[in-house]
């Protein structure tokens, strides 16, 4: 007799994207910090997101094309990911635009402010979107 084999229940998102305000020590400079990360655990390898971004103006686009398997001999498990540092930004508001593989499209606002408290401030969230969108400083 087969046993069933027992599948999670579906995540209500892909992707999550963490948006933060950081300092380089090396560079010494702000910049703001756009990291994605997958939702979905990987066990043979911790997968490299492929990613495609331009920014014109005040408009920023990612374009996730999918993933890459590390370099290295050592293989972990864990959750895919990218990070795009955003260093000569303008203190002004973004629209945001992200495209998974030419399927789904989110778009949102981000507003980058000279407070220490609300550096970056997200509106114009999607309620229906493939990718968790937070930051920092989100209350």
Known sequence: MRTKKVKPPPKKFEYVLNISKEHDEVKKKDYISFRFQTTKEFLTFQYILKMDNRVEDKNIFFNILGFTAPVGDLSSSGTAGYEYRLYDYKLTEYCVTIDK?????????????????????LSHLSKKSFIEIISDYDS
């Open 101 to 121: 593989k030419d399927s789904d499209k989110t778009k949102f606002r981000l507003a980058i402010q000279r407070s220490k408290s609300e550096p970056v401030k």
